[in-house]
């Protein structure tokens, strides 16, 4: 633990991680004069993990620190990984040293995975709460001779944490989103460049995506468009949300970069296809034969949406009208009347 | 609900003259006896008309009765407006059938994709007069919004627009409603905003006309829909504690105690006409000046004229704005348009592009355990929504809002999204054995929205207005609790079920809501109180819970009463009797009501 790490490259990712990890990736570890203040156990330094370009790719810090319930203590040993953002990696943890809960129990595997899952929700409700606000007894109150519990966000916390080890998981909770995150993404934006910024393009984590969308200019989206289609059709809605409202006016004077987005209408969920629905009017012509094949996935919204693009202009060709007019006849569609109508009226 | 027998079945009568002299339309809502269906009159702007549901949460709910009578015997055509709310591979959830004189009538209804007309078949009239009833099967949500009979084998209009003319011709319904009536204020829409506005303003002597849609007062805070009241009372304690709630569950019965409060004290107040069950339905501007608001009873159809020289729109959804001609926003802001980044958020907060998206609409519901086992239905039209998602009640994360949704235009189509979540989830958690005496004890026929429309005043309050504790001259609202807005989870991780939210919560000074974002900056006499004041998405995301929205009800009504008094418009209280305004907000604090205005 500590320092001997410094010497010895990681090859492999932690043992809970949220991101991808290539094969035959090595970082080295370097110094940061960054660290986190532990109670007690004094401060707990923040290393980088650089890649051959010298460039981080994660930051971690061995953390040693008490953990206290009913005036008893025990030591946590745990190693926290966080990404360039200063956003939580992962963990690993000390075979010779496991997690404990309050009776003494050790962590079982169920226990370790409940745990990244709580590490990686920055939104949990312990976040804005002081433990003591956590452990709460529910009130119970008579309304109409039914017993009502209130109380119910103690009982979401409930869910979140490990059984019996709330003050362990309050405790990693708040040393991975304490004051260190923006002390890291800060550093990260002082030393971002190109690569870094496109590397975090070609990641799977929708955070990465983001932030590279943000910093990369008009050539960049033109260079990378094939990822971008990419990380449309496999990120998260929000990501693609984003990629949605821009990817019209992007590629506008470059209309072939816009096909693979069109084509993969069928592919994104159904928020993202309406969010496409209304960049229509700033779409490419083929895009109406394209979504003509599409129709089946459509909401009923989202088709109104598509035959209005089409009452307008000289949009629809013969093969646009085969495909209407074959959707139209289908018994098993549950909107093939709003097409029935429209042929009617365009007749 | 309690129906006027007598009354309804005359409406009926009424609606007997038509389009070919013996053909004839029954709008459901107006049955002599509505038995277990509800009238659901939310959709009306959407679908046409108010009409029969029944939500029996899985249980068949009681026939509902009517007379149809007839001008002469003979053979009649007879059409249903009806829909199949979940269309698919499946059979349709709220199927229902006619019975005519007694006699079941084969054909099942509610299978149509889209509101329209089912046929069911032709029928033979000998006394001129029939006994009509709608026998629900299923228990899920079957919906008839009318009946017609013709001579003729000619299927009514479905379109939305050529529907409400062909309405029009078959109950040779003039343009104007026959009865008009005049008030000191109207306030549209009767939930703590405006029960707050009625009061303040009639305590101050105006005649004051409140018109709900619903049969109970409240809104989001009535034990219709059950969401307690957030926020703090600010200058208006005395009233706000007349139709507030405590701070119970969400989804709890207990909202059934604070409705008696809330209804008994509105009205005690002489000088509040009281319009429940009639919804606005028009609002005619003239020189950017409302001079009317039309409304009609939701199940007979019966129509009044509202005229005043001011008008409150506490509607939610801004619809007297809208119909005025007031500005109005809808959807995010882009995150540079007020400067409202919260980068911890990024993207969730405030969007770097604007869109339509909004916060979402909870359907609230819970179940109970009993001492006997209790089956519940298979659902398969609710699975897609549901999937593996299994609950015994729901709370405020219960909440939907999509790209693919508009919450006016689309809100049956929320409400009913809800729907099959709840019954759903539910019916996969009654597969745990555990669950196996639990019961569906209520679930929610009423989509509790939280942003919809927002009218433009002479300021637009923002999220930075409450992160910076802005103080204004005329801070007539004030707010301690954070900002929070919500988004759906299902954006982060499509494994999650869209219609869950989450919230995140920024955390504020003390802010205050200027009187500039009370009234619309364009349309003249037209104040506005409730979620759809001037604000940001962003800025709606602290003052949006009740007690805050009932503050600027009372705010408004304070200052209509200064309208009256001098009278000018809204915003000349701003320019010209700001100071006398606030006072009068102060001194209201220690005042009882006067006997004579109570």
Redesign the interface.
């Known amino acids: 633990m500590g320092n001997n790490l410094l010497e010895k490259p990681m090859d492999k990712p932690p043992e809970y991680f949220v991101l991808d990890w290539k094969e035959g990736t090595k970082l080295i570890p370097e110094q940061t004069d960054f660290y986190i203040e532990v109670d007690s156990m004094g401060k707990q330094n923040v290393l980088a993990l650089v890649n051959e370009r010298k460039a981080p790719v994660l930051y971690s810090a061995d953390i040693a620190t008490p953990v206290c319930a009913d005036g008893e203590c025990k030591l946590m040993n745990i190693k926290f990984y966080w990404t360039l953002l200063g956003e939580y990696a992962g963990y690993d943890r000390y075979p010779m040293m496991p997690l404990t809960k309050h009776d003494h129990d050790e962590f079982d595997t169920a226990d370790y995975q409940k745990l990244h899952n709580l590490l990686a929700d920055d939104k949990n409700l312990m976040g804005r709460r002081r433990i003591d606000q956590l452990v709460e007894k529910p009130k119970m109150r008579t309304v109409n001779g039914v017993d009502a519990v209130s109380g119910a966000t103690i009982a979401r916390v409930k869910e979140s944490v490990v059984s019996g080890a709330l003050y362990s998981c309050y405790t990693a909770w708040h040393l991975v989103y304490g004051d260190i995150q923006e002390q890291l993404k800060t550093h990260t934006l002082s030393i971002l460049d190109k690569q870094m910024t496109l590397d975090m393009l070609y990641s799977i984590n929708p955070e990465y995506q983001i932030f590279a969308m943000e910093h990369m200019d008009a050539a960049d989206y033109k260079e990378h468009y094939v990822q971008l289609a990419k990380v449309f059709r496999t990120s998260t809605p929000l990501v693609r949300s984003i990629i949605a409202k821009r990817f019209t006016s992007k590629f506008k004077d470059a209309p072939t970069m816009q096909r693979l987005f069109w084509e993969a209408f069928d592919e994104v969920d159904t928020s993202s296809r309406s969010l496409m629905m209304k960049y229509l009017d700033e779409a490419p012509d083929y895009v109406a034969d394209i979504l003509s094949t599409k129709l089946s996935s459509m909401s009923k919204n989202q088709l109104r949406s598509f035959l209005g693009y089409l009452s307008t202009g000289e949009r629809m060709n013969s093969e646009t009208r085969n495909n209407l007019l074959e959707f139209a006849n289908s018994e098993n569609e549950t909107y093939s009347y709003l097409i029935i109508e429209f042929l009617e009226n365009t007749k | 609900m309690k129906l006027s027998k007598i009354f309804v079945a005359a409406v009926v009568f009424v609606l007997t003259s038509s389009l070919h002299g013996q053909d004839i339309l029954i709008e459901a809502e107006s049955f002599d006896n509505p038995g277990g269906w509800t009238v659901d009159p939310q959709f009306e702007q959407q679908m046409g008309s108010p009409y029969l549901l029944a939500h029996g949460i899985g249980e068949p709910v009681k026939n509902a009765t009517t007379k149809v009578r007839f001008e002469s015997n003979g053979e009649y055509y007879v059409w249903v407006r009806t829909k199949n709310w979940v269309?698919?591979?499946w059979e349709a959830p709220g199927r229902f059938q006619l019975k005519i004189d007694g006699e079941l009538v084969d054909k099942t209804l509610g299978l149509r994709?889209?509101w329209g007309w089912e046929y069911v078949d032709k029928i033979s009239v000998f006394e001129n007069q029939i006994d009509l009833e709608l026998v629900d099967l299923t228990g899920f949500d079957g919906r008839c919004d009318a009946i017609y009979f013709s001579t003729k084998n000619e299927e009514p209009p479905s379109?939305s627009k050529k529907l409400a003319d062909w309405r029009k011709k078959v109950k040779s319904e003039p343009n104007a409603p026959p009865v008009t009536k005049s008030y000191d204020l109207v306030v549209v829409g009767g939930g703590l905003a405006g029960c707050a506005a009625s009061i303040a303003a009639a305590e101050q002597g105006l005649k004051v006309a409140l018109i709900h849609d619903r049969p109970v007062l409240g809104g989001n805070a009535s034990e219709e829909i059950r969401v307690h009241t957030l926020g703090i009372y600010g200058n208006f304690e005395r009233i706000l504690k007349k139709i507030d709630t405590e701070?119970?569950?969400n989804g709890?019965?207990?909202a059934?105690l604070d409705q008696k409060k809330r209804d008994d004290n509105v009205k005690g107040y002489e000088n509040i006409d009281l319009f429940l069950n009639h919804r606005a339905y028009d609002a005619k501007a003239e020189n950017s000046s409302i001079q009317y608001v039309d409304a009609r009873q939701t199940f007979s159809g019966e129509r009044i004229r509202f005229t005043a020289p001011r008008f409150v729109d506490s509607t939610g959804d801004g619809w007297i704005g809208y119909w005025a001609g007031a500005e109005f926003s809808y959807g995010r802001e882009s995150s540079e348009t007020y400067g409202e980044t919260w980068e911890e958020h990024?993207?969730?907060w405030t969007?770097?592009?604007p869109?339509?998206a909004v916060m979402g609409s909870s359907v609230l519901w819970g179940s109970?355990e009993t001492d006997a086992e209790h089956t519940f239905p298979e659902v398969p039209w609710a699975m897609p929504v549901a999937r593996e998602y299994a609950r015994v009640a729901g709370?405020w994360q219960w909440e939907f809002s999509?790209?693919?949704?508009n919450q006016i235009d689309?809100a049956e189509?929320i409400r009913d999204h809800m729907l099959r979540a709840i019954y759903g989830s539910f019916a996969n958690a009654k597969k745990d054995t555990t669950n196996a005496n639990r019961k569906l004890e209520w679930v929610s026929s009423l989509v509790g929205k939280r942003e919809s429309r927002r009218l433009v005043g002479d300021h637009i309050f923002t999220f930075n207005n409450a992160k910076e504790g802005r103080k204004f001259p005329d801070g007539v609202v004030i707010e301690i609790r954070d900002v929070d807005i919500h988004y759906q989870t299902?954006?982060?991780?499509?494994k999650n079920p869209?219609f869950i939210s989450?919230a995140?919560?920024y955390k504020t000074p003390e802010y205050y809501i200027p009187y500039r974002s009370l009234y619309s900056k364009n349309i003249s006499n037209l104040f506005m109180a409730g979620r759809n004041f001037s604000c940001s998405h962003a800025g709606l995301g602290g003052p949006r819970v009740m007690r805050t929205t009932g503050q600027m009800g009372a705010a408004v009504g304070f200052a209509a009463a200064l309208c009256k008094k001098y009278d000018v418009n809204p915003r000349e209280i701003y320019t010209g009797y700001l100071d006398e305004y606030l006072d009068l907000i102060q001194k209201q604090k220690f005042e009882k009501i006067p006997e004579s205005k109570k």
């Not at chain 2, 999509?402 to 949704?405: G, L, Q, R, T, Y």
């Not at chain 2, 299902?490 to 499509?494: A, K, N, P, R, T």
């Open positions: 269309p698919g591979k994709s889209g379109s701070h119970y569950p709890s019965a207990e059934k990024g993207e969730l969007p770097t592009e869109d339509d109970k709370e999509s790209p693919d949704h689309d189509d299902v954006l982060e991780d499509e869209d989450e995140l919560f």
